[in-house]
């Protein structure tokens, strides 16, 4: 069955960095663009980027731009969302998306 599982978010202080990942199972990972997304208590789920199908083209909200870069390894099944600059609003659990299929999400908290 499909499924996308998110790894390493955690606890990191203002202007520190962090590393998202996610795992693809289930479908082919080649054939779809890829998106993180990210969703805080109260606030409907916003999205943070998007990668093409080849990584070559790459789409930010204005909100991480500058500050993300997300990328793909297709040989792998494996989508990434480098965070640096980190502020506290960027604080929220962040999902893995490829069509309707979601991840369980990964919680960063940014916090002194």
């Known amino acids: 069955q499909v499924q996308l599982v998110e790894s390493g978010g955690g606890l990191v202080q203002p202007g520190g960095s962090l590393r998202l990942s996610c795992v693809a199972s289930g479908f082919t990972f080649t054939i779809y663009p890829m998106s993180w997304f990210r969703q805080t208590p109260g606030k409907g789920r916003e999205r943070v980027a998007t990668?093409?199908?080849?990584?070559?083209?790459?789409n930010y909200a204005d909100f991480v731009k500058g500050r993300f870069t997300i990328s793909r390894d297709n040989a792998k099944n494996m989508l990434y969302l480098h965070m640096k600059n980190l502020k506290p609003e960027d604080t929220a659990v962040y999902y893995c998306?490829?069509?309707?299929?979601w991840g369980q999400g990964t919680q960063v908290t940014v916090s002194a």
């Open positions: 998306n490829a069509g309707s299929a």
């Open positions: 990668v093409s199908t080849a990584g070559t083209t790459t």
